[in-house]
């Protein structure tokens, strides 16, 4: 009776240790607050709007951002599922800080160009 109770108890710890690693995973999702892909608008005569429509109807700032959320994201969930190594975390957080940083710079000499451009037309 013993052994029999004893491998049950530990098949229940394994399961609440995979469920606590889904909740943890669940929590890491929420907190990284990513900004969804707008869908496209749906027009009167119930035609969907293309990729290209969106893109030509949305600034480079914007397509750069929604893509940039988008990689940021899949970094954080690739760090979280496959490295075990602290300081490889660490770096890696680092690496994206800076690229989100030149990605910032991007988007705001993208702006500087467009209003250049707008204030010559």
């Known amino acids: 009776m013993d052994v029999m109770s004893c491998s049950a108890n530990s098949r229940e710890k394994t399961s609440s ?3 606590k690693k889904k909740r943890r995973l669940r929590k890491t999702v929420k907190k990284e607050n990513v900004k969804p892909v707008k869908r496209p608008r749906k027009s009167l005569d119930g035609s969907t709007t293309t990729k290209e429509d969106w893109i030509s ?3 480079d700032s914007d397509i750069i951002e929604v893509l940039s959320d988008v990689t940021n994201f899949e970094i954080s969930m690739w760090m979280y599922e496959e490295s075990t190594n602290i300081d490889e975390c660490i770096n890696m957080e680092e690496s994206i800080n800076m690229d989100k940083q030149i990605i910032k ?8 160009n467009s209003k250049k451009k707008s204030i010559m037309n």
């Open 57 to 59: 109807t949305h600034s």
């Open 17 to 19: 240790k995979k469920r």
């Open 105 to 112: 710079e991007d988007i705001n000499q993208i702006d500087k």
